[in-house]
């Protein structure tokens, strides 16, 4: 299984992600976690990120590449993926699609996580992981939602457009969303 995952900050992605990743047997790969990795090892691609996280703000593609590229390539030729929180843009997609083609590590689905933006906001209030900053100051979460409606929320169309989009609502309890994304995901299974 080759998957991405996409929805808002607090949409559920780290959680819906591992939960996959377990029951597909494949890697979990969170671009934030790999970008936040970098600025605590202290990198230099980490120093460049940090700055980026603490406002909010999208990481410019060509570092989020530089980090995702690689661990998806391998993780795919490895038996598969579920990645999350990348791409955030359209032109990411693009690109991502251009460099996993050759490579045989495209996604097969991407699953919208869909969230109301108040229950995002709640979720994001509610972290308690002190790696995540970026979460603590409501500035920086109105940001990242105004972000994600401006520049990722466009790619639902693109993914559609493809044919391999599946809309989950997400405003529920995890187990209940795992359930609901494997339902889509694999109809003719028994439950």
Sequence with gaps: MRLVLLGMPGS????????????????HISSGDLLRQHVSDGTELGRQVAAYLQRGEFVPDELVLAVVGDAVVSAARAGGYILDGFPRTRAQAERAFELAGPA??????????????DVARARLA???????????????????????????????????????????????????????????????QPD
């Design 12 to 27: 559920g992605k780290g959680t819906q992600g591992a939960a996959l990743a377990e029951h597909f047997g494949v890697r």
């Design 126 to 188: 509610g972290r308690e992981d002190a790696s995540r900053t970026d979460d603590a100051d409501p500035a920086v979460i109105e940001r990242r939602l105004a972000l994600f409606h401006d520049q990722t929320r466009p790619l639902l169309d693109y993914y559609a457009d493809r044919g391999i989009l599946v809309t989950v609502d997400a405003d529920r309890p995890p187990e209940a969303v795992t359930q609901a994304i494997l339902a889509a995901l694999e109809p003719d």
């Design 104 to 117: 045989a590590a495209t996604a097969e689905a991407v699953v919208y996580l869909d969230v109301p933006d």
